[in-house]
C-alpha cells in the first residue's frame, strides 16, 4: 500500500519551457501533498507544502510565480516550473501524507529535470 | 547551524559488521523522526519511524534522545544490499501536516 507515482521521470528540455510534474497517491486519499528539490551532493528542500483545494504553502526563497502547485483532488498535486532555466535543473520529488497521527510520508519516484 | 546534521562518510564496513549512524537535530519542537534510506538517484524509502522508546526491526535499531537531540540508527550483520546513503529526517508535527527537514545522509558502503 502508500503507493505515489510520479510523472515523468525525466525531463530534458530548452530554457525557457515551462515543464509540469504530476504526482498521485495511487492507493490512499493524500489531504496534503509536499514538494522537494534535491540538488546534486545536497539534502532534500522542501519547496512547498499543497493542501487539497486551497493554495499551497511556499518555504522561504521558493518563488510562488515560478513553482506554480495546484492540488485539485485528494490523489493529485501538480508543480509547474515555469520559464524554466539552466539553475532549475534538479531532483525534483513529491510526498503524501494520509489522514491520522504518525503517518510517514511517501515518497514517489522523483524527477530528474535538466534544462539545456 | 543545520537543522540536522550527519557526518557525511562514506563509512567503508566489510560484511557482516555493525555499523552505527548518529544525528542530531536544532529544532526542540520536532516531535517526529525517521530513518529514510536513498540509493543513488532514486527516492528516499522510509526505513523507520524513531520512538523515544526506541525501536527495532530486524537487524535494525533506532534510538531517539529527547534531551540531547540526538538520534541513531544501528545496523548488525550488514549486507551487501545495505549499502545506501541514510538520511535522517524530522518534522515539527506528528500528524503528517508538516514537511519534513532532511540531512544531507550518512554513505554507506559495505565491503564483501
Known amino acids: 500500500g502508500a503507493v505515489v507515482s510520479q510523472h515523468p521521470s525525466w525531463v530534458i528540455c530548452k530554457s525557457g519551457t515551462s515543464v509540469k510534474i504530476e504526482c498521485r497517491s495511487l492507493d490512499f486519499q493524500a489531504t496534503t501533498m509536499f514538494w522537494y528539490r534535491q540538488f546534486p551532493k545536497q539534502s532534500l528542500m522542501l519547496m512547498a507544502t499543497?493542501?487539497?483545494?486551497?493554495?499551497?504553502?511556499?518555504e522561504q526563497g521558493v518563488e510562488k510565480d515560478k513553482f506554480l502547485i495546484n492540488h485539485a483532488s485528494l490523489t493529485l498535486s501538480t508543480l509547474t516550473v515555469t520559464s524554466a532555466h539552466p539553475e532549475d535543473s534538479s531532483f525534483y520529488i513529491c510526498?503524501?501524507?494520509?489522514?491520522?497521527?504518525?503517518?510517514?510520508?511517501?515518497f514517489g519516484d522523483g524527477t530528474r529535470l535538466s534544462i539545456l | 547551524r543545520k537543522e540536522v546534521e550527519q557526518d557525511p562518510g562514506p563509512f567503508n564496513v566489510p560484511e557482516g559488521a555493525t555499523v552505527a549512524f548518529n544525528c542530531t537535530y536544532s529544532n526542540s519542537a520536532s516531535q517526529s523522526f525517521f530513518w529514510y534510506r536513498q540509493d543513488c538517484r532514486k527516492e528516499p524509502k522510509l526505513l523507520m519511524s524513531?520512538?523515544?522508546s526506541g525501536n527495532e526491526d530486524g537487524r535494525f535499531t533506532a534510538q531517539l534522545n529527547r534531551a540531547s537531540q540526538y538520534i541513531s540508527l544501528l545496523i548488525r550483520d550488514s549486507k551487501l544490499s545495505d549499502s545506501a546513503t541514510y538520511l535522517c529526517?524530522?518534522?515539527?508535527?506528528?500528524?503528517?501536516?508538516?514537511?519534513?527537514?532532511f540531512g544531507k545522509g550518512t554513505h554507506l558502503i559495505i565491503q564483501p
Open positions: 529526517v524530522v518534522s515539527r508535527s506528528g500528524g503528517g501536516a508538516d514537511g519534513l527537514t
Open positions: 524513531v520512538y523515544s
Open positions: 499543497s493542501n487539497e483545494g486551497s493554495k499551497a504553502t511556499y
Open positions: 510526498s503524501a501524507t494520509g489522514t491520522g497521527l504518525w503517518q510517514p510520508q511517501h
